[in-house]
């Protein structure tokens, strides 16, 4: 990644809980008759989160039915958006859409921030990372943007040390040798439910709470308060074509002032998540910075 680009794409501003999202219509007939004459089907990984019930209730409080479809894993829900089953989708970051974006020759873009949350280590075997013997083997993510985003979590927790430091773009092929542990590569849903088999394993935030983690598991996590966190902001994704579309754009704005919702995005995170309302200007900036420094790197 050049460091032109990187630096770019870190220094944008992180608004936490201030800002607002995007406006919606000048024309506030049309923008009611759009939210009473359609259903709006939001992909996610975890509709079992109760807070998405809660959005659901405040959407249609604001006339808008929202239909909250689930999936297994987090390779699905974009390329349903991009072929037309869903109109919506949150589950990801900056990093994992444009991963996804530069790999499919497509064009998604956030039209809403939601919140940043840390990636952590977990183990139902150590209390310390200290305590990991070497030689012993950590699991993490094996989608590309999570995979390295878990190893540079390693690394600060003194397990690994990866080539030149370190990037977005870290696979475990970087991994010196010498380092610490062994790390393989599993499906981001089999980490939680894997901890038996290994020392250790990074888990996504989805999974942690679901799988009965707690802080008591936890050994490390990376800061979501650093600048260098801006790219993991997870974010409302839509087709370019809908990114002003004003029923769209009003949920974004349900889901971060409904006091309800924030509440339970908080407590689904096990109080870890950071709310933002970051601008979407700076989202969209973000992404093509992310992008045009993959495509630098393939």
Not at 164 to 189: L, M, P, Q
Request: charged residues 20%.
């Amino acid at each position: 990644m050049s460091k032109k680009s990187l630096a770019a794409a870190l220094a944008l501003p992180l608004v936490l809980l201030l800002g607002a999202c995007a406006s919606g219509s000048s024309d506030p007939a049309a923008s009611g008759d759009a939210a009473q004459s359609e259903t709006v089907r939001i992909g996610v990984v975890g509709a079992g989160d109760p807070y998405w019930e809660t959005f659901t209730e405040a959407a249609a409080d604001e006339g808008i039915d929202v239909e909250i479809v689930n999936f297994d894993s987090y390779d699905q829900p974009n390329p349903a958006l991009a072929a037309g089953e869903l109109d919506l989708n949150q589950f990801q970051h900056i990093i994992y859409l444009a991963t996804y974006n530069v790999a499919a020759g497509d064009d998604l873009v956030p039209i809403g921030a939601t919140a940043i949350y840390p990636l952590g280590l977990y183990s139902t075997k150590y209390t310390d990372v200290d305590d990991i013997p070497a030689g012993e083997t950590i699991a993490v993510p094996n989608d590309e943007s999570n995979q390295a985003r878990a190893l540079l979590v390693l690394q600060s927790a003194g397990l690994i040390e990866l080539k030149d430091g370190g990037s977005i773009f870290s696979t475990v092929a970087d991994i010196e040798d010498g380092s610490k542990v062994t790390v393989e590569a599993v499906a981001a849903d089999f980490t939680a439910s894997s901890l038996p088999d290994f020392a250790g394993a990074v888990v996504n935030n989805d999974f942690v709470a679901k799988s009965g983690l707690t802080s008591k598991e936890l050994l490390a996590q990376d800061d979501p308060a650093d600048a260098s966190a801006f790219p993991y902001i997870n974010i409302f994704a839509a087709k370019a074509e809908d990114a002003e579309n004003p029923t769209y754009l009003k949920l974004v704005k349900i889901y971060q002032d409904t006091t309800a919702v924030q509440d339970g995005v908080l407590a689904a995170s096990g109080g870890t998540g950071v709310l933002v309302k970051t601008p979407v200007a700076d989202l969209l900036t973000s992404l093509k910075d992310t992008e045009d420094d993959i495509r630098a790197n393939q």
